[in-house]
């Protein structure tokens, strides 16, 4: 059996001449939150909108829990728990009637199914208002409701912070870190900003223009990010010398008259500065500067970086 | 399939389209007996009651109102499932596209009944206000029970138009008034073929309907050529049911969205 509960396999996905998947290969790895990054438009939906069979792709192929997605979708589909897009539900119902019908569906016959989950949102059980009345915050905590009312082991949401107040923001991240490391749950989240990725997942793949440009986990990224030293210096030629002639250190460019950038990370910083300021050079900052995934965002994709 | 069904009727609370449906077949007496009215002197029925009417209000019913009010129903369940954005919430259950598409024609079959059911009190209703003669519970019970059937057979022909302009986004409105005008065809079929086989004359002979008092048939409609018509529709249902599929765009909104500033309007 595969080691990935989710695995595809060159999966691509056109609408006429526009690819808007592209030869996808992702791999996400059981009780790991895995954050699918990427722009608006990049193709982080159609990329879910596959694995759950909602959409059939091009080409290429969906593994889950090591079984192919068709032909499997009734033993694999009562497994995941998923929120797409916006939340869909009947707006003439009550956000626990609603809960009701999709419960019945999946034969969950007690009502501690609902209430559980109603619960862990902050919403309340046999409220009389109707979705229809519901602020967006509340529809996206009912649809989260309908993603873990029947205790999937996988979880596939998209952007499920979209439309949350900062106070609901952390509350579901905590909440989706706590499903991961209380109940080893495997949660695939997409979004299209960045610090919430940065803060959630354990492993992180870039997807632009629908290609996935990086595929790693959050440590691998991290290590990967340049980290460097910079010194502000009355002169940074000088400075460089010294480091060069004294300590042997090469890996070094003087950026302007007074700012020099060491990448070799060896660097004794304190022995630097003394020597600096031994040679009677006047050293006005020091830092050590690391690159964050928005710098790493902004390199592999080739633009601007994003939210 | 029953949890299908359950849900399809919780689905329906609140449901204000119900009310195209309790409109329509309460107007149907009205209209029926005001045409009546409306007729010079010398051409109104010396004897109409409550017989008369309850005959105007089948053919009322099949000719017009139902077929108007199941369509725009039976569409708009199968319609509000994209416009809501639910169907990825079913799909992903997984709950079977032609279950759930099958379990919606059972609910608007069963709706038709209950139309039936309601039709034959509104109609009793408008009978006694008028102060209309010849009621007996032979009457209702006889009378009573083919506007029922009739409701019925009308709704199983309105099926395959539930599930063509259900599944074309925003199109259950035009679906059902191209029914209406399907169904207000009976009026020029009075012999032949389609008499007896055009899907809604087939409704009303199966119900028992006595199309040469009512509808000046030229000749006697054959049970067998109804029986055909209707085994036709059902085939075409079926065949309707098992060849859908989801549209890709299920839980797609941006559509929606567009519709929506088009100033489109939603029943809830």
């Given amino acids: ?307 | 399939m029953w949890s299908i069904l359950k849900g399809e009727w919780r689905k329906l609370r609140r449901c204000q389209i119900l009310l195209v449906g309790i409109v329509a077949l309460a107007l149907c007496p009205v209209v029926q007996y005001g045409s009546q009215l409306i007729l010079n002197p010398e051409m109104r029925d010396p004897n109409y009651n409550f017989v008369t009417l309850f005959s105007n209000v089948v053919w009322g019913n099949t000719q017009m109102f139902l077929p108007l009010s199941l369509v725009m129903i039976g569409g708009w369940l199968i319609d509000r499932e994209n416009t809501n954005d639910t169907m990825k919430n079913l799909l992903t259950v997984p709950v079977s596209y032609p279950k759930l598409l099958g379990g919606k024609l059972i609910v608007t079959m069963s709706l038709s009944l209950l139309f039936g059911i309601y039709s034959v009190a509104v109609t009793v209703l408008a009978g006694w206000l008028v102060g209309l003669g010849g009621f007996s519970s032979t009457v209702l019970l006889q009378q009573g029970t083919q506007v029922i059937a009739a409701a019925f057979t009308t709704g199983l022909v309105c099926m395959p138009m539930i599930l063509i302009f259900g599944q074309i986004r925003g199109a259950y409105l035009g679906g059902s008034l191209l029914t209406f005008f399907l169904g207000y065809c009976i009026l020029f079929f009075k012999g032949g073929f389609l008499l007896s086989a055009y899907p809604f004359s087939a409704a009303l002979i199966l119900a028992g309907f006595d199309m040469q008092e009512y509808n000046g048939a030229t000749q006697a409609p054959s049970v067998l050529l109804a029986l055909a018509g209707m085994a036709a529709v059902l085939v075409l249902t079926m065949a309707i049911l098992l060849l859908s599929h989801p549209s890709q765009k299920a839980g797609n909104s941006k559509r929606k969205k567009v519709k929506k500033g088009r100033g489109r309007r939603r029943a809830r």
């Fill in chain 1, 1 to 307: 059996m595969s080691d990935y509960v989710i695995e595809t396999r060159g999966l691509t996905k056109q609408y006429g001449a526009q690819t808007s998947v592209s030869d996808l290969s992702i791999h996400v790895r059981q009780g790991r939150i895995y954050g699918l990054l990427g722009r608006n438009g990049a193709g982080k939906t159609t990329t879910m909108r596959m694995l759950l069979g909602l959409t059939d792709p091009s080409s290429g192929t969906v593994s889950l829990f090591g079984k192919p997605l068709r032909g499997n979708e009734k033993k694999i589909l009562p497994r995941i728990g998923s929120l797409i897009e916006s939340p869909g539900f009947y707006p003439n119902l009550t956000g626990t009637e609603n809960l009701r019908i999709f419960a019945d569906l999946r034969g969950l016959k007690s009502p501690k199914y609902i209430k559980s989950a109603l619960e862990v949102v902050n919403l309340p059980y046999r409220d009389k208002k109707l979705f229809s009345q519901y602020s967006l915050g509340m529809k996206q905590r009912l649809a989260i409701a309908l993603a873990i009312m029947h205790n999937p082991e996988l979880l596939i949401l998209d952007e499920p912070i979209n439309g949350l107040d900062p106070i609901g923001i952390a509350e579901v991240r905590d909440f989706i870190r706590e499903l991961c490391d209380a109940t080893g749950k495997t949660i695939l989240i997409s979004s299209h900003i960045l610090s919430e990725i940065a803060l959630l997942a354990d492993d992180v793949g870039i997807i632009d223009h629908g290609v996935l440009v990086e595929e790693e986990s959050l440590e691998e990224l991290e290590a990967k990010n340049g980290k460097y030293f910079r010194f502000t210096v009355s002169n940074a030629a000088a400075a460089g010398r010294l480091l060069y002639e004294r300590l042997g250190i090469h890996d070094m460019t003087v950026d302007s008259a007074n700012e020099l950038t060491v990448r070799d990370l060896h660097l004794d910083t304190a022995q630097a500065i003394s020597l600096f300021v031994g040679a009677g050079l006047t050293v006005s900052d020091a830092h050590l500067y690391e690159d964050t995934l928005e710098d790493y965002f902004k390199k592999v994709t080739g633009g601007e970086g994003i939210a």
